[in-house]
Nanobody, 122 residues
Framework: QVQLQESGGGLVQPGGSLRLACAASGSIRSINNMNWYRQVPGKERELVASITSSSSTYYADSVKGRFTISRDNAKNTVSLQMNSLKPEDTAVYYC????????????????WGKGTLVTVSP
């Protein structure tokens, strides 16, 4: 029942910026960690950034200093501000959130969005 929906992907020039957003909807009781992953065809999905319920953050070394993750608990959203984009940032970006539903059991469950494509090209 809980769903995640990414938005904001697109084509951007190297050095440009893009802001991704992920909205969680459904019967949500609470959201713990929220994460952004990315995947290039033929490669494993990698963690880009994460943010805890208390707003502690983690960034992959490859994006540290360029990307910023944030969350809006009132709106059940997580964002990824991407600056100084490089061609190697090109990937499908996925939102993942650890969520407990009102209707389900009392466990937190990982939910994934379907992804949004980010292309960094001249």
């Amino acid at each position: 029942q809980v769903q995640l929906q990414e938005s904001g992907g697109g084509l951007v020039q190297p050095g440009g910026s893009l802001r991704l957003a992920c909205a969680a909807s459904g019967s949500i009781r609470s959201i713990n960690n929220m994460n952004w992953y990315r995947q290039v065809p033929g490669k494993e999905r990698e963690l880009v950034a994460s943010i805890t319920s208390s707003s502690s953050t983690y960034y992959a070394d490859s994006v540290k200093g360029r990307f910023t993750i944030s969350r809006d608990n009132a709106k059940n959203t997580v964002s990824l501000q991407m600056n100084s984009l490089k061609p190697e940032d090109t990937a499908v970006y996925y939102c993942k959130a650890y969520i407990r539903s009102w209707s389900g059991d009392n466990r937190y469950i990982d939910y994934w969005g379907k992804g949004t494509l980010v292309t960094v090209s001249p």
